[in-house]
C-alpha cells in the first residue's frame, strides 16, 4: 500500500535533509544533521495533531473508552441506577450456564451461514458475468447495488408483509400451484431460513461490486494466455479468477464474518418485538439473535453487567471465527 | 504447454461459443435484476392498494389508486414528516461533520510526517474492526451521565468515529493529491490549513462526494442506536418511527407499505442520481483497500 520513500517515524530526522522526494515531509525541513530538543521537536507538529485531534478525542469518548469500560461492567452487576457492585466471573458463570444464550449463539450462527455463503457465492457468479459483458454494464451495476442502500427497518417490514404466514404473496403464489401454506414465520428452521434471505438480497449487490473490482483489476493478458492454452472458461475461472481473487475474497469474507454475526434488526423489526412484547426473536425464540438477546438484557431488563458480558463472550466468538476463517481462506496458498 | 497447431484449432472455437455465452449471462444478470427491483415494485403495489385487496386470495398483482389514501393515513397515524425532519438534520450534521473530520485527518496522514504516524495510523486500522456493538451499553451510559438521552444530538458523535473514512481518503488523497502541487503552495507561503483548504479539499472532491453518499446513507439508515438511545417516542428518527408503525397496525398493511415506500424513496432517488459516481468510488475503495 505505502510506497518505498516512506520512512518509519524513528528513522525520519536522519533522512528529513537528505536528497530525493521524501513523500511525507515535515512541515519546515531542517538541516541535515542537526539533533533537535525531543520536546520542541513535537511542539513543532502542532499543526499535524491538532488536525487529527477531532478524530482521536471523539473516537477516545465514544469507542475506545466505552469498548473498555464495557469489558469492566460484565464483571459487575448494575442495573443503571444503583451502585455498582463487583462480581468477579459471576456473569460469565452464568451465561455459560444460560440456555437462552447459547440458543441465541446457534441461531446467529445459523443465520450467518445461510446468508452468507449464497451472498459471497452468489456475488462472485454475478461479478464475474457483470464482467463478462459488454452492454448495460452500468444499468446492472446499480440496479444490482441498489438493495444495499435500502434501510433495514424498511426490507424487513416488508419481507415480513411477503412472507406472512396467512396472507403474504409467497404463500398465496404457493397456494395457486397448490402447496398449502407454508408457516414462514413460525417454524424454527424457517423463521431462519428469511432472515438469511433478506441478507442475501441486501448484501450481495454489495460485494458484487467489490469482486467486480478486483476482476477489472486482472490483466486481461493472463485470459489471453489461458485460452491460447485451450483452457475453458469454468477451468479458467477455478484456476486463473479465484487464485488471484483470494485476498478480496478474503477481505469479504471478514466483512461478512463481522456484519453477518452482528444481525439485529433484522429480526427485531421482523417480529415486531418491543417491550410490552416479551416475545423476543420470534416464536420459539428462533429469531433470538446474540445481539437481541444483550439488547433484552441491557436495555429492557436492565441488567447492564449480564449484557457486557454478553457481547464481551460474543466478541470473543467472533475473534475465533476470523481467525478460524483466515486459516481457511489462506491455507491453500502456503500448502 | 500444447503445440502451436492445437491452439490455433481451439481460437475460432472459443469465439463461436462466446456468443451463446453472453447471452445465458444477460439472463442470469437479468434476472437478478429483477429479484433485486422486485421488491421496490411489490411495495408500491401494496402501497397503492387497500388491504382488502392485498388480503384476496389471490392478491391483487397491479397497481392500485388508493396511495393518497394510504398516505393520508400513514400521516394521521405517525409524525411522518417530523421525524423526516429530525432524521435529515441529523444525517446532514453527521455527513458535513464527517467530512470535515475525516478529510482533515487522512490529509495528514497522507502528506506529513510526525512522530508517532504509524502507531496512530494502525490503532485507526484496529478498531474500525472492533464491533461497534461492544460500545453501544458504556455510549448509553455516557449519554445518559452528560444528559442527552432522548435527544437528536445523541446521535451524532458516535457517527463520528468514522475510522473507515479516514482509511479510505488517505489512499485517495496519497495518490490524488501530488506532492509537488503542495511544495509549490509551501513556496508562495502556503500554511499546514490553507494546504489542507484550498489545495487538498477541491482535489478530492470525488472521493469526498463518495463519502458524503455513505455517512449521509449509513445516517439515514440506523436504526439500532437510535432506538437505544431516543427514549422519548415523540422525538424519533424515520427509522424508529417506521418500527413503530410496523408493530402497531399490522392489520392495515397498506398504510404500513405506503409508510415503507415514503421512507425508503427519497434515499433511492438520490442514490439514484449519484448512483454512478457512487459506485465508482466504492470500487476504487474496494481495490486500494485491499
Known amino acids: 500500500m505505502t510506497s518505498p520513500p516512506v520512512t518509519g517515524p524513528a528513522a525520519v530526522p536522519e533522512h528529513r535533509g537528505g536528497p530525493g522526494p521524501a513523500r511525507f515531509r515535515p512541515r519546515r525541513a531542517t538541516p541535515a544533521g542537526t539533533a533537535r530538543p525531543k520536546r520542541r521537536g513535537l511542539l513543532k507538529y502542532w499543526r499535524q495533531y491538532l488536525a487529527i485531534s477531532p478524530f482521536y478525542l471523539i473516537f477516545a469518548a465514544f469507542s475506545f473508552f466505552p469498548v473498555f469500560y464495557s469489558l469492566y461492567l460484565a464483571f459487575q452487576r448494575w442495573d443503571g441506577m444503583g451502585t455498582m457492585q463487583f462480581v468477579g466471573l459471576q456473569q460469565f458463570r452464568f451465561l455459560w450456564d444460560d440456555p437462552v444464550f447459547w440458543l441465541s449463539i446457534r441461531n446467529t450462527l445459523v443465520i450467518w451461514v445461510l446468508s452468507t455463503v449464497p451472498t459471497l457465492l452468489g456475488a462472485l457468479v454475478l461479478a464475474t458475468l457483470l464482467h463478462s459483458v459488454r452492454r448495460f454494464k452500468g444499468f446492472y451495476r446499480i440496479a444490482l447495488y441498489v438493495p444495499n442502500v435500502t434501510s433495514i427497518v424498511a426490507v424487513a417490514i416488508f419481507f415480513g408483509a411477503v412472507f406472512s404466514n396467512n396472507f403474504g404473496l409467497v404463500n398465496a403464489i404457493l397456494g395457486t400451484v397448490g402447496i398449502s401454506p407454508v408457516p414462514w414465520l413460525s417454524n424454527p428452521w424457517l423463521i431462519k431460513v428469511v432472515i438469511a434471505l433478506l441478507m442475501t438480497w441486501m448484501w450481495t449487490g454489495y460485494n458484487m461490486i467489490i469482486y467486480l473490482a478486483g476482476l477489472q483489476a486482472i490483466p486481461t493478458s493472463i485470459y489471453e494466455a489461458a485460452k491460447m492454452d485451450g483452457a475453458g472458461p469454468v477451468r479458467t475461472f477455478f484456476q486463473i479468477t479465484v487464485p488471484i481473487m483470494r485476498p478480496i475474497i478474503l477481505f469479504t469474507v471478514i466483512i461478512s464474518t463481522i456484519n453477518g454475526l452482528q444481525s439485529f434488526s433484522e429480526p427485531q423489526v421482523l417480529f415486531a418485538s418491543n417491550a410490552a412484547n416479551a416475545n423476543l426473536g420470534g416464536p420459539g425464540q428462533a429469531g433470538l439473535t446474540t445481539l437481541l438477546y444483550f439488547y433484552q438484557s441491557a436495555f429492557l431488563n436492565n441488567d447492564y453487567g449480564y449484557g457486557a458480558a454478553i457481547v464481551w463472550a460474543f466478541f470473543l466468538l467472533i475473534v475465533v471465527l476470523v481467525v478460524v476463517n483466515w486459516r481457511i481462506t489462506t491455507r491453500g496458498r502456503k500448502g | ?290
Not at chain 2, 479516514?166 to 495518490?175: G, K, S, T, V
Request: some cysteine; aromatic content about 12%; overall charge positive.
Open chain 2, 1 to 290: 504447454m500444447t503445440a502451436v497447431d492445437d491452439t490455433t484449432h481451439r481460437a475460432p472455437r472459443a469465439r463461436r461459443l462466446r456468443r451463446p455465452k453472453g447471452l445465458t449471462a444477460h439472463i442470469v444478470l437479468m434476472l437478478s435484476v429483477v429479484i433485486s427491483i422486485f421488491p421496490f415494485l411489490w411495495t408500491i403495489v401494496m402501497a397503492t392498494n387497500t388491504t382488502q385487496d392485498i388480503y384476496k386470495s389471490p392478491p391483487k398483482l397491479t397497481f392500485g389508486s388508493h396511495l393518497l389514501e394510504n398516505i393520508r393515513h400513514v400521516l394521521h397515524t405517525i409524525d411522518f414528516f417530523g421525524s423526516m425532519f429530525n432524521t435529515i438534520i441529523v444525517a446532514c450534521a453527521t455527513t458535513v461533520l464527517v467530512l470535515f473530520v475525516d478529510s482533515l485527518a487522512a490529509f495528514t496522514f497522507a502528506k506529513f510526517d510526525f512522530p508517532g504516524r504509524k502507531v496512530l495510523f494502525g490503532l485507526l486500522l484496529l478498531f474500525m474492526m472492533l464491533p461497534l456493538q461492544l460500545a453501544i451499553l458504556p455510549q448509553f451510559i455516557l449519554m445518559s451521565k452528560i444528559g442527552w438521552v432522548g435527544m437528536l444530538k445523541a446521535l451524532i458523535p458516535p457517527a463520528l468515529a468514522n475510522a473507515f473514512g479516514i482509511f479510505w481518503l488517505r489512499q485517495y488523497i496519497e495518490n490524488g493529491v501530488p506532492d509537488e502541487l503542495l511544495d509549490a503552495a509551501r513556496i508562495d507561503g502556503a500554511g499546514f490549513f490553507r494546504q489542507y483548504w484550498n489545495i487538498a479539499l477541491p482535489m478530492i472532491r470525488p472521493a469526498l462526494s463518495f463519502l458524503a453518499i455513505y455517512a449521509f446513507v449509513g445516517a439515514w439508515n440506523d436504526y439500532v442506536w437510535p432506538l437505544v438511545v431516543l427514549t422519548n417516542p415523540a422525538h424519533v428518527t424515520l427509522q424508529v418511527e417506521l418500527a413503530q408503525l410496523n408493530v402497531g397496525h399490522t392489520t392495515d398493511y397498506s398504510m404500513v407499505m405506503a409508510g415503507v415506500l415514503m421512507a425508503a424513496l427519497p434515499l433511492v432517488v438520490v442514490f439514484a442520481v449519484f448512483a454512478r459516481g457512487f459506485i465508482a468510488g466504492a470500487t476504487e475503495g474496494a481495490v486500494q483497500g485491499t
